[in-house]
């Protein structure tokens, strides 16, 4: 079981550019959710996809959007970065169950200039 | 709002002495609660979890942590520490049916001293 993979594992982007972010789920597992954790804080929820759909939202901006595949492998996309956008990038996957916990990739590290 | 709040930013303790590490937490019903473990640099690895049952919970690398209602805490617990434990340590709360939308604290930072 290869868990939950993320691709790049580094990035880094200008000002104002677009960024896409990639993440398979651990096998088995249809929900995705991202997380955002700037250096020396907590992961932040941003959003969360099942079938298909964003279905939970954190408080972040439209700039910060995504998808879910049929494969329940999904993307993060952020436009207009800023230099406050620099951040490890997480993605967690999970079963649609009520009491299972969430795996966590290694992570994105982005890096905005 | 759910929230956690862990109180020490960092802690240090010597290697082979016992650490307990805090947890709040502000959730308005019956809470899923979660230890993740976090190396520099790398992504989050979960300890142990609180779901239902006996409040006591055993999880990896030989911590454990108890939820306790009425304090609304969860404090993280380890007899005997190694140096290998130096890392930072998150406590997170599930809120939200189907699939978790998970919310952390700040994290505390482990320094093993030798």
């Known amino acids: 079981d290869a868990g939950v993979t993320q691709s790049p594992t580094h990035l880094i982007k200008t000002r104002g550019q677009q960024v896409t972010l990639r993440c398979s789920p651990k096998s088995g597992h249809d929900t995705v959710s991202w997380y955002q954790q700037a250096l020396g804080q907590g992961p932040q929820f941003i959003f969360q996809?099942?079938?298909?759909?964003?279905?939970q939202r954190g408080n972040f901006p439209d700039r910060f959007s995504g998808h879910q595949f049929p494969n329940y492998s999904s993307e993060l996309n952020v436009n207009a970065l800023l230099l406050g956008d620099s951040a490890l990038y997480l993605c967690?996957?999970?079963?649609?169950?009520?009491?299972?916990?969430?795996?966590f990739g290694q992570g994105t590290r982005l890096t905005v200039v | 709002a759910q929230s956690v709040t862990q109180p020490d930013i960092h802690i240090t303790v010597s290697e082979g002495a016992s650490l307990e590490l805090r947890c709040n937490y502000s959730y308005g019903a019956t809470p899923y609660l979660f230890w993740y473990v976090q190396s520099p640099g790398q992504g989050l690895q979960l300890l142990l979890k609180y779901f239902s049952g006996d409040t006591l919970v055993q999880g990896i690398k030989g911590f454990e942590a108890e939820f306790k209602r009425s304090q609304s805490s969860f404090n993280l617990r380890k007899p005997s520490v190694h140096w290998s434990d130096a890392a930072e340590y998150f406590c997170?709360?599930?809120?939200?049916?189907?699939?978790?939308?998970?919310?952390f604290g700040a994290g505390t930072r482990l320094f093993v001293k030798a």
């Open positions: 996809y099942y079938e298909e759909e964003e279905r």
């Open positions: 997170a709360v599930g809120a939200g049916g189907g699939g978790f939308k998970t919310i």
């Open positions: 967690a996957s999970s079963g649609d169950t009520g009491n299972t916990e969430a795996f």
